[in-house]
């Protein structure tokens, strides 16, 4: 309790007071900005600073006049879901020249604006920090021509500049992600899935060129999530005979009756050494059992001449060598637009926040930084430091050092890339490693959205290992019944972009069924068991660890993998299917509020799934700019609702006039969601009217979101090769015996790494009555909900402010 009070006392003392901040995005659009400038605005104005959009990016800078306006806590109402940036972006040559900066640092000066928030990609953050460096000669400038005088020098001696990234690219080192980059994988695989559907009644190949200029991030993680039979990047070009490999991959596919192939191609692709792409000496094979080949190809792909690699160079190479009926499709804007994705407003509202706590501990020697994602955690980067990595990056790739143009990129570049090569291509049987070893897979609890990406993955990478795979139908039900056959390469085709559990999930215990599954694993010869699924699957694993003193059967290795909506797994910050319900709550968020766009005053009481855990609600609240959240683990009483109430009444008086409230299906046994939707309606008798929504299932349905197939597909990828070194550790005199705690283990994302953790350790890291984690790290974004809606709050900045090297960004392997 001491260090909350501490914690608290020292967010009140970064006052904004007398300080000026402006915002401002920058180059290319790119969907969340809006949900960035939003976070400023409001985090700053809520710190007590004044707070000034800056219009139509560094050209707003240089001109001046109504282009600088200061924002009020209103005029960011109902940005939250706009896609683009409202306060307009532009590329400005005259910012480059000094006499440009000179007018900019002019208008800043006027208005005493020495804090500045910028949100753009690597040519704008540069800009800005440019701008930094030669601040202190501008303003001895001013005074020179006697545009300001030396008291209004001295007290905006000091510019202070923080960035973020805004870019549909991912091209900026230091981060994980940058703001837009989710929002714009939704756009390219609501393409894709479209595609797929129309194109299963002809044998087509389709051609997709993605954005990216000169990063591949769109098409390889656009390659993963669709399940892309070939992908061109700039950062891996293919190496010489590729035509011919690529033909015979997609000839090979179609024979074996598989309805649908993927290629994905940069926008500009080359080649390594500069010589044009031929279709010559390509075999001829028409085999056409496979109905749909797509091909992606990302801008700014290679091939291994460093040549350009296009749309139409594919299309004329597969029609010339393989016949095959051709279509491109080249996304464009597309990829640009639309509402941006609840990742995209959760990072941007996070890093807005994070921003403005930057700037207020701004110091004169403090380098500009720029605020980045690692792993789960929001941290503070040299801004600088990260430019020249990013511009490294380009320098590896015209020097052909392609391997260290992928290292330079970064972790998550580099575990894609890795994890696309384990799934591209089907080895002949006389290529695998001879291995004995049996795996079965299966899932358990409720479906969850990622479920199918993260089985296909995990068979695919176990036949790569050389293992022979098993699916377990209907969970440990299906276990202990039997229902446990063989699955091939082919037979997972076309699972990533497929919702709830194809394998079939029950959420039956093994406890009760111990020695029908002990016979099931030696019917079978099952050496490993990767389970996929939600708290039954901890639960189950839990069980057969236990059992093993008992049963020498399961003496074998067995991990969990976690997917479930409720995103409740001990050891995991993030469970495959969570985002996905995130944006079904989200979108269906946006359009309630939008249906109340004509009707003045009304509340929206809306429900949402999770059993005893508030994620869905907290985090769905934040990316759908709720004004209150009821949760289980925040326990809350009738005056919290009365002063809900009287906040929502406030807020009515103003220009805002709808209001949105969540509550998680279990957070009070007695204030029900009737109960509130009441509540509030005879409360707000003659302010506001309300209306209820109960999401319900929705939420475990649709297809799975670019986040979770990618997430699902990498985690049971790690999962499948942690098996296959326990296999080998645990194989002596001819057989299998693992009865250690680390082989009995649960995968998770911990902060900034994938971890391995005995289920055993977890036990008391875990509320089994309520079936959550005892420590829950969404918890600490609850504040930040509740500051956006202007709400008085105490926010714990513990693991803020320290600015960290990009050195330090690449985490070691945690086994």
Sequence with gaps: MAKRQDTKKFFENLSGAGKSIGVLTSGGDAQGMNAAVRAVVRMGIYVGAKVYFVHEGYQGMVDGGDNIEEASWESVSSMLQVGGTVIGSARCKEFRSHEGRLKAAHHLVQRDITNLCVIGGDGSLTGANLFREEWSGLLEELVQQGLIDEKAAQNNSELHIVGMVGSIDNDFCGTDMTIGTDSALHRIIEVVDAIMTTAQSHQRTFVLEVMGRHCGYLALVSALAC?????????????????????????????????????????????????AI??????????DKKRLNIIIVAEGAIDSHNKPITTDHIKE???????????????????????????????????????????????????????????????????????????????????????????????????????????SYRKADSELPNSSFNVAVLN?????????????????????EGHKMFAVNDGFEGFYKGQIKEIKWGDVGGWTGQGGSILGTKRTLPAKHLDKIA???????????????????FLGVMELSAAREKYNEFCVP??????????????????????????????????????????????????TMGGYCGYLASVGGLAAGADAVYIYEEPFDIRDLQSNVEHLTEKMKTGIQRGLVLRNENSNENFTTDFIYQLYSEEGKGVFDCRKNVLGH????????PFDRNFGTKIAAKAIQWISRKLKESYKEGKVFANTEDTACLLGMRRRAMVFQPVVQLKDQTDFVHRIPKEQWWLKLRPLMKILAKYKTSYDVSDSGQLEHVTRVRPKKVD
């Excluded at 380009?394 to 970064?410: C, H, I, P, T, Y």
């Design 558 to 607: 067995m991990v969990m993998v976690p997917a479930t909506v409720s995103n409740n797994i001990p050891g995991s910050d993030l469970s495959i299917g969570a985002d996905t319900a995130l944006n079904a709550i989200t979108d269906t968020c946006d359009r309630i509020k939008q249906s109340a766009s004509g009707t003045k005053r009304r509340v929206f009481i809306i429900e």
């Design 278 to 287: 031929t279709v010559n000496n390509v075999k001829d094979n028409r085999a």
């Design 698 to 705: 929705m939420q475990q349905g649709g297809a799975p979101s």
């Design 227 to 275: 399940g892309a039979d070939w992908v061109l990047i700039p950062e891996m070009p293919p190496e010489d005979g590729w035509e011919e490999q690529m033909c015979q991959k997609l000839s090979e596919s179609r024979s074996r009756g598989s309805r649908l192939n993927i290629i994905i191609v940069a926008e500009g692709a080359i080649d390594r050494q500069g010589k």
């Design 444 to 464: 358990v609890g409720a479906p969850a959205a990622g479920m199918n990406a993260a089985v296909r993955s995990a068979v695919r990478v176990g036949i790569t």
């Design 317 to 423: 190479l597969v029609v010339s060598c393989l016949g095959f009926d051709t279509r491109v499709t080249i996304l464009g804007h597309v990829q640009r637009g639309g509402t941006p994705s609840a990742f995209d407003r959760i990072l941007a509202s996070r890093m807005g926040v994070e921003a403005v706590l930057a700037l207020l501990e701004a110091s004169a020697s403090t380098p500009a930084c720029v605020v980045s994602l690692c792993g789960n955690q929001a941290v503070r980067l040299p801004l600088m430091e990260c430019v020249q990595m990013t511009q490294d990056v380009q320098k590896a790739m015209d020097e052909k050092n392609f391997e260290e143009a992928v290292r330079l990129r970064g972790r998550s570049f580099e575990n894609n890339l890795n994890t696309y090569k384990l799934l």
């Design 519 to 537: 016979e099931q694993i030696r019917i079978h010869n099952i050496n490993a068991l990767l389970v996929i699924g939600g708290f039954e699957a």
